[in-house]
């Protein structure tokens, strides 16, 4: 079982930053790949950004690629997300995500991830 727990969310101007945490309790969680959903008012949840297990290989959307990096410390269980220039089209409820495939690459499909955190919301304001 793995739990996680997502922070760092809040309200910035567009062209700000910020970085989302997400810690995981259980000792599987060096072993999964990761993965960062989001969801808009009115949208359907969405892939951002995904990491497999080593932290070697990582996947972005189109909309976020250049702007977006996925991390992850297997040591302090955390993954990150850093996010930089910020547009008001990323406001919404981030989620993490994490794939209990043993020593998964990660995929762009939320219906392979089996436990997902509480999120956090990211607002924009343009």
């Known amino acids: 079982q793995v739990q996680l727990v997502e922070s760092g969310g809040g309200l910035v101007q567009a062209g700000g930053s910020l970085r989302l945490s997400c810690v995981a309790s259980g000792r599987t969680f060096s072993s999964a790949a990761m993965g960062w959903f989001r969801q808009a008012p009115g949208k359907e949840r969405e892939f951002v950004a995904t990491?497999?297990?080593?932290?070697?290989?990582?996947n972005y959307a189109d909309s976020v690629k250049g702007r977006f990096t996925i991390s992850r410390d297997n040591v302090k269980n955390t993954v990150y997300l850093q996010m930089n220039s910020l547009k008001p089209e990323d406001t919404a409820v981030y989620y993490c995500?994490?794939?209990?495939?043993?020593?998964?690459?990660?995929?762009?499909?939320?219906?392979?991830?089996?436990?997902w955190g509480q999120g956090t919301q990211v607002t924009i304001s343009s």
């Open positions: 990491i497999s297990w080593s932290g070697g290989t990582t």
């Open positions: 995500a994490a794939d209990r495939t043993y020593r998964g690459s990660g995929s762009t499909y939320g219906f392979r991830y089996n436990y």
